[in-house]
Nanobody, 121 residues
Framework: VQLQAFGGGLVQAGGSLRLSCAAS????????LGWFRQAPGKEREFVAAMRGDSTYYSDSVKGRFTISRDNAKNTVYLQMNSLKPEDTAVYYC?????????????????WGQGTQVTVSS
């Protein structure tokens, strides 16, 4: 099982980026897929997840970020709007079969490599 993230970059505050995460190795339609991030000097934190058609967000990104998935392409996306400097972090996609609560606490068996998102003020 492999997850590969794309789409990070440098953007000004208020701008947008879309991250993609392509999954391979098995069919992920039944998986929880989501995103975490880790800023320098901080612990990794949950950002968003999707199970079936249900979506879950951290309070810090709710209303600004949107997670979606294309099961036919085994891909999950994170549309990030109204970006803030505090959104600067390495973003990781993740997948698993656990419940959302456990997933959000980092109980995730599959991780992609990180992609850097930098938001300048």
């Amino acid at each position: 099982v492999q997850l590969q993230a794309f789409g990070g970059g440098l953007v000004q505050a208020g701008g947008s980026l879309r991250l993609s995460c392509a999954a391979s190795g098995r069919t992920f339609s039944s998986f929880v897929l989501g995103w975490f991030r880790q800023a320098p000097g901080k612990e990794r934190e949950f950002v968003a997840a999707m199970r079936g058609d249900s979506t879950y967000y951290s309070d810090s990104v709710k209303g600004r970020f949107t997670i979606s998935r294309d099961n036919a392409k085994n891909t999950v996306y994170l549309q990030m709007n109204s970006l803030k400097p505090e959104d600067t972090a390495v973003y990781y996609c993740a997948g698993g079969l656990s419940g959302i609560d456990y997933f959000a606490r980092g109980g995730v068996p599959y991780w992609g490599q990180g992609t850097q998102v930098t938001v300048s003020s």
